[in-house]
């Protein structure tokens, strides 16, 4: 087995939503902001290669849409997923198997594109099937007013017309060696793979916990549908990867791109900081 990181780029949101109740004063200690209170974020997707299978977990926001759209979240950076696929030596078209950990469209977006004519959209890997968590899939189709906006139909749509989606009802093992849980607290259904790499698990934490500076159990996004479910979740999953020795792989931070942890009189922290690269 091999992994790569797959960075997509970089986009800002508002530090006082991605921390929710915990006041500037403490998260910007460990999360630096602009003037305008935004906090430059990374969308790191992690392809999975094994044998015949090529298996990418998420897909960045994608390019479909519009200016408008995309000025809203500032994006930066020179990281692209096509570009960042060829530099690990694949094109889209080698993925066998498109894993999203959850429909929002800073992780799925990279999913759909505009047909060469603009007449309409495709899947950007026509290769793949499409694995969603069923409990993930419904929630989306079925959005509640205050997460519709990041269900976009054109990100999930074409998914299912292609004929390639696959849902999957329960956690387990999904692929050898890939075993996948459900976490609720941010969305319904969110699916978290944990991955058993060189006699280690490496666990793609999506926004389970989208940067290191989440570790703190009250650190919650505003995002998140159900915070106290997200509280419990955190804690059981800290509890476990400290005592269990788990590598966390970060989507969203931009400073830390993989990290091990300690159990300190103040709490579950970083012990180790490192580079995916360091566990080749």
């Known amino acids: 087995m091999q992994l790569f990181a797959i960075p997509t780029g970089n986009f800002k949101l508002d530090g006082g939503a991605m921390f929710g109740v915990v006041p500037k004063s403490l998260w910007s200690k460990h999360y630096p902001s602009d003037e305008n209170n935004m906090i430059n974020m990374t969308m790191r997707c992690l392809l999975v290669v094994d044998g015949d299978r090529r298996i990418l977990i998420n897909n960045g926001i994608g390019d479909k849409q519009s200016e408008k759209f995309f000025s809203h979240y500032h994006l930066n950076g020179d990281d692209s997923l096509i570009k960042s696929l060829a530099a ?135 995002y998140d549908t159900r915070p106290l479910i997200t509280l419990d979740e955190k804690e059981a999953f800290l509890e476990e990867a400290v005592d269990k020795g788990y590598v966390l792989f970060f989507e969203h931070d931009l400073y830390t791109e993989c990290c091990t942890l300690a159990r300190t009189e103040k709490g579950i922290k970083v012990d180790k900081a490192m580079r995916l690269k360091e566990l080749q």
């Open 88 to 222: 690990a030596g694949f094109a889209p078209e080698d993925i066998t198997d498109m894993f999203l950990t959850h429909l929002h469209f800073d992780h799925a977006g990279g999913s759909v594109k505009y047909k060469a004519d603009r007449s309409g959209f495709e899947t950007v890997f026509p290769n793949a099937t499409y694995w969603i968590s069923a409990p993930q899939w419904e929630w989306a189709m079925h959005a509640n007013r205050r997460e519709s906006a990041s269900f976009l139909k054109e990100n999930i749509q074409p998914i299912e017309e292609s004929g390639r989606l696959k849902l999957f009802d329960h956690p387990g093992e999904l692929f050898p060696g890939i075993g996948v849980r459900f976490y609720n607290g941010h969305t319904d259904g969110q699916a978290i793979p944990f991955i058993k790499y060189k006699g280690k698990t490496i666990v793609f934490t999506s926004d389970l916990l989208p940067t290191a500076a989440h570790l703190p159990l009250p650190w919650v996004m505003s």
